[in-house]
């Protein structure tokens, strides 16, 4: 499946906010981001996704509930994401 450029811009981010030692085009969109068997982000790291998502895409998650559900993976962030515009426009 062809990348959308939200999902590309989205992991460039990732990677650069997080100081990650992968590259953008190495995250996959279904890898899990916190937990076993996952790109081992901390809360620390959800912390600065949560800023980095609000700050470059107006997105504000505002409760640990939500985080949880939205910053499982690259594909759930998206998917938020693309919500989120929708419901902007």
Excluded at 15 to 20: D, P, S, Y
Excluded at 39 to 56: E, F, P, R, T, Y
Excluded at 80 to 88: I, P, S, T
């Amino acid at each position: 499946m062809m990348n959308s450029p939200l999902r590309e811009r989205l992991k460039v981010l990732m990677v650069e906010t997080l100081m990650l030692q992968t590259t953008a085009a190495e995250l996959s969109d279904e890898q899990t981001l916190f937990g076993p068997d996952s790109l081992g982000l901390d809360s620390v790291d959800a912390l600065q996704l949560v800023v980095m998502l609000d700050k470059n895409f107006g997105l504000k998650i505002s409760d640990s509930a939500a985080a949880k559900v939205i910053l499982q993976s690259v594909g759930t962030i998206s998917d938020a994401l693309e919500k989120h515009q929708a419901g902007q426009a």
